[in-house]
T-cell receptor, first 113, second 116 residues
Framework: NAGVTQTPKFRILKIGQSMTLQCTQDMNHNYMYWYRQDPGMGLKLIYY???????DKGEVPNGYNVSRSTTEDFPLRLELAAPSQTSVYFC????????????FGQGTRLTVV | AQKVTQAQTEISVVEKEDVTLDCVYE???????LFWYKQPPSGELVFLIRRNSFDEQNEISGRYSWNFQKSTSSFNFTITASQVVDSAVYFC?????????????FGKGTHLIIQP
């Protein structure tokens, strides 16, 4: 039981490049989330999904896109990388919303230069 | 809008001292959940506790204890007899339920340093 797995762990992108952060979970959770963590700022919600085929914006969605074609996978897409997207990205999942415990992946440290 | 405030940016204590991490929250919801997560230097987020808004009982788990007071909108976390392994960033979080959305609203975290 691996929990929530994110790849890659580290990545350096040039301005204007695109990439996909992968996230998969093996706990059969319906709810999945993407957060970004900036130094000294806590975590902010980018996008979330309550089930396959359903996604919605969080607090800071600009510059990102997501899809949820299966229960297990919830990739995060950066289309035109900008220095402001330099951050640590965390994927999380939970059995349901409304305050159930969220399980987090190990994080992806992204640097845009 | 929901908000979580952790006013202590960094706390440094000597091992075996007791330490309390403060958390103050704001929400218009009558039903909500509060959480504490630990982020050790390795970077992962470790769940510590969840408390719902209707349960104001304090909780103790080993050296950890939590004090939830709705009257002051606070959910403070105390570590008794701190150890070096407790050194980490600790986040308080509030479940987000505005307009059908979901997720957690995090505070900015408190960096706890336990000196040997």
């Amino acid at each position: 039981n691996a929990g929530v797995t994110q790849t890659p762990k580290f990545r350096i992108l040039k301005i204007g490049q695109s990439m996909t952060l992968q996230c998969t979970q093996d706990m059969n959770h319906n709810y999945m989330y993407w957060y970004r963590q900036d130094p000294g700022m806590g975590l902010k919600l980018i996008y979330y999904s309550v089930g396959a085929g359903i996604t919605d914006k969080g607090e800071v969605p600009n510059g990102y896109n997501v899809s949820r074609s299966t229960t297990e996978d919830f990739p995060l897409r950066l289309e035109l990388a900008a220095p402001s997207q330099t951050s640590v990205y965390f994927c999380a999942s939970s059995y349901r919303g409304g305050g159930t415990e969220a399980f987090f992946g190990q994080g992806t440290r992204l640097t845009v230069v | 809008a929901q908000k979580v405030t952790q006013a202590q940016t960094e706390i440094s204590v000597v091992e075996k001292e007791d330490v309390t991490l403060d958390c103050v929250y704001e929400t218009r919801d009558t039903t909500y959940y509060l959480f504490w997560y630990k982020q050790p230097p390795s970077g992962e987020l470790v769940f510590l506790i969840r408390r719902n808004s209707f349960d104001e009982q304090n909780e103790i788990s080993g050296r950890y204890s939590w004090n939830f007071q709705k009257s002051t909108s606070s959910f403070n976390f105390t570590i008794t007899a701190s150890q070096v392994v407790d050194s980490a960033v600790y986040f308080c979080a509030l479940s987000y339920s505005g307009g059908g959305a979901d997720g957690l609203t995090f505070g900015k975290g408190t960096h706890l340093i336990i000196q040997p």
